[in-house]
């Protein structure tokens, strides 16, 4: 097996919880991991990586906000260090960065701890110190945008930034964007203003996540991502689903799942079998995989429906190519 991917929510728990906790969260499972079940989750995936051979290994840490549970955080990235590690880095967190001072990252730069962290509703000058932080001390920051109504209208300030700070961005819209009223036509023009500035800087980004979840090599092992493929998701009482924001996808437990044949995927990223898809260039020629699965399902209540994101799309995909393009170029590669 080419490549793993387990996404591990740590808890529900948030700092932001009751106070101004982000309207759009998708997480309602309440529940925090104990480190005795960490222990456990822990050694399930080292068993299953090494009954289907995986060579490549990525585990992603979220929430909730997982940085209040520490205790379970450190048990997985022990118990996971010796898997082998995904070209991009073995651990990611999503973080709001509530927490972090200078002893907790030098703790995650020690564990090889790549942070993506999440503006949610903080003003602009406020990132800019979170990233200088993290910067400062990891060397290296990467943005994790939700294009909610706190951040739609601001994406190119916060693509700025990413550009200044020489960090990733990866922008998420939101699941069910396709049933707000003008939200895909607005979300088209803010993402057309930070190709403008992706496009028009000399610091050349890797476009993979900047759209959607769509982006090149979607079937390679360059990025191990693939929904209802070998991505699963591990909610802190050990169940298993296979969509981060759909909470209908359980398909296991640690208990009683061994095996990648044991799981049975509701859906996955894929325009093959969707009949709107085809013929469309950007389908065939492997750019697009007919949209976010749980997009599709809460706007038209159905999987079997291309992306209602699909024209916007289409006019961005031209100028994700062109990033592809100068990527390509800029490390030599055909």
Sequence with gaps: ?????????????????????????????????????????GVWINKLAKIENVKLFKAHFLGGEPLLN????????????????????????????DLL?????????????????????????????????????????????????????????????????????RI????????????????????????????????VMWPNFILESTYPLWEGPKNCHSCGKWLLIIDPNGDIRSCNADMDTKIGHISTHTRMSDFKFPQRWSSKNLEECKGCEWANGGWCQGGCPLSRKLAFGTYNH?????????????RLQELVTRWKEKHGLE
């Design 1 to 41: 097996m080419d490549a793993l991917q387990v996404n591990v929510y740590l808890t529900s728990h948030c700092t932001r919880y009751g106070r101004n906790r982000c309207s759009d969260c998708y997480y309602p499972i309440d529940g925090k991991m104990s480190r005795h079940m960490a222990m456990d989750i």
């Design 70 to 97: 520490p205790d379970a955080l450190l048990m997985l990235l022990i118990l996971l260090h010796d898997l082998p590690s995904h070209p991009d880095g073995k651990f990611v967190i999503f973080t709001n960065g």
């Design 101 to 169: 001072d200078e002893y907790i990252l030098k703790v995650l730069k020690r564990w090889q701890v790549k942070i993506l962290l999440n503006p949610t509703n903080l003003p602009l000058d406020e990132v800019r110190r979170r990233m200088e932080l993290i910067k400062s001390v990891c060397g290296g920051v990467s943005l994790a945008i939700v294009a909610d109504m706190a951040n739609l209208a601001r994406l190119r300030d916060l693509a700025e930034l990413a550009v200044e700070f020489n960090g990733h961005i």
């Design 172 to 203: 998420n819209r939101l699941y069910h964007g396709g049933s707000i009223s003008g939200y895909v036509e607005e979300f088209g023009r803010q993402m057309h203003k930070v190709f403008d500035v992706l496009l028009s800087s000399k610091f």
């Design 306 to 318: 291309k992306t209602p994101f699909c024209e916007v799309y289409k006019t961005l995909f031209p």
